[in-house]
Structures are given as C-alpha cells and as structure tokens.
Nanobody, 124 residues
Framework: QVSLVESGGGLVQAGDSLRLVCKAT????????MAWFRQAPGNEREFVAG????????TYGDSVRARFFISRDNVKNTVSLQMSSLKPEDTAVYSC?????????????????WGHGTQVTVSS
C-alpha cells in the first residue's frame, strides 16, 4: 500500500508556471505507475499525465500536451508535474494516483491509490 500527498497548488495568473509535487510513502515507490488527474467543479475527473515505474514512458492528456511535463524521482519517492503557459481552464483540483504495476492508463478506476488533491486556480 502507498500513501500520497500533493503539494504546490495555488493561485496564479494566465501564462504563469506552477510545479506540483506528490510525495509517496509506503511500499517501494518504483513498483507503481503514477499519474496526475484533475477535476474542475461540475466536471468528471480528467487524466492529465502519467509516467511509468522507471520514468522512461510518459503519456499526456490532449489538453495539456506540450505545456505540462511529468517526472519522477524514485530515490525521493516523488512525482512532479511542471505546468507552464497555464490557462483559466486548467483550474481544478489536481490529484496524483498510483497503480501497482501495469501500463499507464487514463482510466480512473485503474488507479487504486489517490492523494487528497491540491487546488490550482488560474486567473485570467
């Protein structure tokens, strides 16, 4: 089992950058495929980005590709999401999620472990 805690959210202006970090504790971190999802009020949870256990494979949602970058540090047990050129429509609660083994997927139910999330608000 793994516990996840996100940090780094906040209020920024359109065009700014922000870095989110998810810290994992518990089972060896490198056992997990990791992902970031986001959920805006009234919307379903949306896949943002995912990264394989080694960090060698990444996948991005269409709305963030070329603006966001996911990375992980298997020594520090963290996964990060570097967000740039932020837009008001990026406003959401961002949560990290872990999947024991398996490929990166964009399906919420494939991830068994979730953090509580961190709020990102982008003003226009």
């Amino acid at each position: 089992q793994v516990s996840l805690v996100e940090s780094g959210g906040g209020l920024v202006q359109a065009g700014d950058s922000l870095r989110l970090v998810c810290k994992a504790t518990g089972r060896p971190f490198s056992s997990y495929t990791m992902a970031w999802f986001r959920q805006a009020p009234g919307n379903e949870r949306e896949f943002v980005a995912g990264i394989s256990w080694s960090g060698g494979g990444t996948t991005y949602g269409d709305s963030v590709r070329a603006r966001f970058f996911i990375s992980r540090d298997n020594v520090k047990n963290t996964v990060s999401l570097q967000m740039s050129s932020l837009k008001p429509e990026d406003t959401a609660v961002y949560s990290c999620a872990a999947r024991l083994g398996g490929a990166i997927t964009d399906t919420v139910s494939d991830y068994a472990y979730w953090g509580h999330g961190t709020q990102v608000t982008v003003s226009s």
